[in-house]
Nanobody, 124 residues
């Protein structure tokens, strides 16, 4: 069973930066797509960035393109990162790490494994 544990959230002012981390443990070889999603109060969970392990291909939502960077480090454990720059108040949300087998999708329902989330709050 794959476990995902996020960290790195916090409170920052607009224009600031944060780096989220997600440590994957368990049967990591089964995953070929890892992703970051976020959910603000009263809103649906939305995809932020996707990472395809084969080829290290990345995808970003329009709202974060150019500001956020997703990356993966497999040197020791599998760690998924989300570097967030130029943060805006509308980036405020709970951020979740997710993983699945097969190709990447923007649909949260397609993901098999989820972390518990880490809160990001951006003040104006």
């Amino acid at each position: 069973q794959l476990q995902l544990v996020e960290s790195g959230g916090g409170s920052v002012q607009a224009g600031g930066s944060l780096r989220l981390s997600c440590v994957a443990s368990g049967y990591t070889l089964s995953t070929s797509c890892m992703a970051w999603f976020r959910q603000a109060p009263g809103k649906e969970r939305e995809g932020v960035a996707l990472f395809e392990s084969e080829g290290h291909v990345t995808y970003y939502s329009n709202s974060v393109q150019g500001r956020f960077t997703i990356s993966e480090d497999t040197a020791e454990n599998t760690v998924l990162y989300l570097e967030m720059n130029a943060l805006k108040p509308e980036d405020t949300a709970m951020y979740y790490c997710a993983a699945k087998t097969g190709v990447c999708w923007w649909n949260a329902g397609r993901f098999d494994y989820w972390g518990q989330g880490t809160q990001v709050t951006v003040s104006s």
